[in-house]
Structure formats: structure tokens, C-alpha cells
Nanobody, 122 residues
């Protein structure tokens, strides 16, 4: 199957920056999109940003102008640069990939990382 490993979360003051990284590995046949979701306590998981291998990004309104998503196709890695962080950005951030494992006969599935905590607080 496909495994996603995230890194880069932590504690930052309001107005600060963090960069999240997620590497996909395993029996990858095709990756269709990679992205980041987040889930705050008591709230549903929501899309922050995603991107296709061709480099077309999509952002939630809350992330536009502050976050930048990028993809390194050679390394199957997606990065999320987060600037001007706010307390309301505090959440567990999950890497996501829509991918097909092994070969064309396998279905496209949604894969998840284990999550990384981002806390924005003074």
C-alpha cells in the first residue's frame, strides 16, 4: 500500500511560521493529489490545501495568502509552508494522498498520515 510520514509540527507564536513535510512511500503506482487537512478539538476534519503532480494547488479560504503548498514529484513529497500563523490554525494536521497502489487494477484510495500537532500560542 502507500504510507505517509509527516514532520514539522510544533509550537509557534502568533505571526510565526512553520513548514510541514510529508513523504509518501510504499507500492505507489500513481499519485493523483497530495494535500493537508486539519482537525481542531471538537471540529470536523477540513481541507487546508492540496495539489496535483502537475502543480495545480487548491486552498481553503482560511489558508489563502498565508500558506503555500508545493510538491516534489521525484521524492513523492508535499510541503506546506505556513506563514502569519494564528491561534485558530491550532489543530492536528494530517497529510493526505489520493493514490493508486501496485498497478491499474487496484482502486484509487485515500491515504492518511498519522497527524502532526500544530499549536499557535503566545
Amino acid at each position: 500500500q502507500v504510507q505517509l510520514v509527516e514532520s514539522g509540527g510544533g509550537l509557534v507564536q502568533p505571526g510565526g511560521s512553520l513548514r510541514l513535510s510529508c513523504a509518501a512511500s510504499g507500492s505507489i503506482f500513481t499519485i493523483y493529489t497530495m494535500g493537508w487537512y486539519r482537525q481542531a478539538p471538537g471540529k470536523e476534519r477540513e481541507l487546508v490545501a492540496d495539489i496535483t503532480p502537475g502543480g495545480s494547488p487548491k486552498y481553503d479560504d482560511s489558508a489563502k495568502g498565508r500558506f503555500t503548498i508545493s510538491i516534489d514529484n521525484a521524492k513523492n513529497t508535499v510541503l506546506l509552508q505556513m506563514n502569519s500563523l494564528k491561534p485558530e490554525d491550532t489543530a492536528v494536521y494530517y497529510c493526505n494522498a489520493d493514490a493508486r497502489a501496485y498497478n491499474r487494477a487496484y482502486p484509487i484510495r485515500m491515504y492518511w498520515g498519522q497527524g502532526t500537532q500544530v499549536t499557535v500560542s503566545s
